[in-house]
């Protein structure tokens, strides 16, 4: 498999859609050039593949041109890593000359390039999630249409306590910067509404096993997990092996039980409660379309990651129509990506706040089983759900970026 590959998707195909255009974009012959850094290889694989299949489906509905630009799309493949991010988006901007990129995939790898994107007045697209670019360090040249990483884990953190009544909670994930702050932002919310996280556990990202994590569980409500890639397949397994599932009830933060990763669980996934900013089962009419194309094009059932750079692409059109003839003005781009307001997008409405993090809707689902096939099914809906949910914004800021130690843990037992 080639760590990068360049995939060009050329637009204006018909002598009459070129007549058609404006005079100024008849003009504009260099093509508009996006690039992605996605992962091709190794635990979160499958994620990335999703994210390349997600951009393609909108770029294939659009004929492959958005505001009458035509567009080249350079795919690079980071590895999973810091290292390789770094070296995949200095390519891409460096030698490739990309108006704006897509990606990256993990919270560790935007972490990585938040800063060489910013000193080479690059846009960034994000669905990685990492808190501290949208928030204390906000980065100009960033915005995010996903989530950080806590956003959808407030929800559930209010909902496992609120409507669920749970009273002790027991957190799981990967030990890793995506980890520490889905866990902080669940444990924040949940204890602020009279909850106590009484367990803290924390496997290195490869695991083979995860039992002995497992055994350590007990006199919980709840067990939360915010785990990514394949490694939520492994855990759900091992946890109904163990006969865990059947007496205390599972939570799941995005990756955990993202729409994409259902074809891969089986009755061990059913029941399960989660909490994420996408559903297949969204009613609006870009995500039937959305949903539609990539069951044509790869007959899977999308989730966040190729959603998030459907909807990245969406925020690409929306830049270059507000721009017009300046869209290839990269820092003019970022401007105009922080202004987008989109109605209809496959995760419904979108709008960004001043640090360029989304406000937007996030669902509460229970994965059932319907005609033989595992489906998220809605049961609740938050609207408008900002970074820092409900507390105020300048108190949020004030303290701590979240993190495996923040908000500490009064109540470990």
């Known amino acids: 498999m080639k760590v990068q590959r360049r995939t060009v998707l050329k637009g204006l195909l018909a002598a009459s859609a070129a007549v058609a255009a404006p005079p100024f974009l008849r003009a504009q012959a260099a093509p508009f050039k996006i690039g992605l850094l996605t992962v091709k290889t190794g635990p979160l694989a499958q994620g990335g593949n999703q994210m390349e299949q997600g951009i393609l489906t909108f770029l294939t509905e659009k004929n492959k041109t958005l505001a009458g630009r035509a567009i080249e799309l350079i795919v690079a493949d980071t590895g999973g890593n810091p290292a390789g991010a770094k070296t995949k988006a200095s390519e891409l901007i460096e030698r490739d000359k990309v108006n704006v990129i897509l990606g990256p995939l993990a919270a560790f790898e935007l972490l990585a390039i938040t800063d060489y994107?910013?000193?080479?007045?690059?846009?960034?697209?994000?669905?990685?999630?990492?808190?501290?670019?949208?928030?204390?360090?906000?980065?100009?040249?960033?915005?995010?249409?996903?989530?950080?990483?806590?956003?959808?884990?407030h929800a559930m953190g209010d909902f496992a306590s609120k409507e669920l009544k749970f009273k002790r909670a027991a957190t799981i994930s990967e030990d890793f910067a995506f980890g520490y702050e889905q866990m902080a932002g669940f444990q924040r919310v949940f204890e602020d509404n009279g909850g106590k996280v009484v367990k803290k556990l924390w496997p290195p990202f490869v695991t083979p096993d995860y039992t002995p994590y497992i055994a350590q569980i007990s006199n919980v409500d709840c067990v939360f997990n915010g785990f990514a890639g394949s490694n939520p397949v492994k855990f759900m397994r091992a946890y109904a092996d163990l006969g865990v599932k059947d007496k205390i009830p599972l939570l799941a933060g995005w990756t955990a039980m993202d729409d994409a990763l259902l074809k891969s669980l089986g009755d061990e996934a059913v029941g399960v409660i989660s909490a994420a900013w996408y559903s297949s089962e969204a009613n609006t009419p870009s995500n039937k379309r959305f949903v539609e194309g990539m069951q044509k094009a790869y007959g899977v059932l999308p989730g966040g990651y190729s959603a998030g750079m459907y909807v990245a692409g969406q925020c690409v059109e929306a830049a270059i129509q507000i721009l017009g003839g300046k869209a290839?003005?990269?820092?003019?781009?970022?401007?105009?990506?922080?202004?987008?307001?989109?109605?209809?997008?496959?995760?419904?409405?979108?709008?960004f706040d001043q640090y360029g993090n989304v406000v937007g809707d996030v669902f509460i689902r229970k994965c059932e089983k319907k005609d033989g096939k595992l489906v998220n099914t809605v049961i609740k809906t938050y609207p408008n759900v900002s970074q820092f949910w409900s507390y105020d914004e300048k108190a949020f800021l004030g303290n701590p970026v979240y993190s495996r130690d923040y908000p500490p843990a009064k109540n470990l037992e």
């Not at 697209?125 to 956003?151: G, L, Y």
């Not at 990269?330 to 409405?349: C, F, N, W």
């Open 117 to 153: 994107v910013r000193d080479n007045a690059t846009p960034l697209i994000s669905i990685a999630a990492a808190e501290d670019v949208t928030q204390r360090k906000a980065n100009p040249f960033v915005i995010r249409p996903s989530a950080t990483s806590a956003q959808c884990c």
């Open 328 to 351: 290839d003005d990269r820092k003019a781009l970022a401007e105009a990506l922080h202004k987008v307001s989109l109605t209809d997008t496959p995760r419904g409405p979108v709008k």
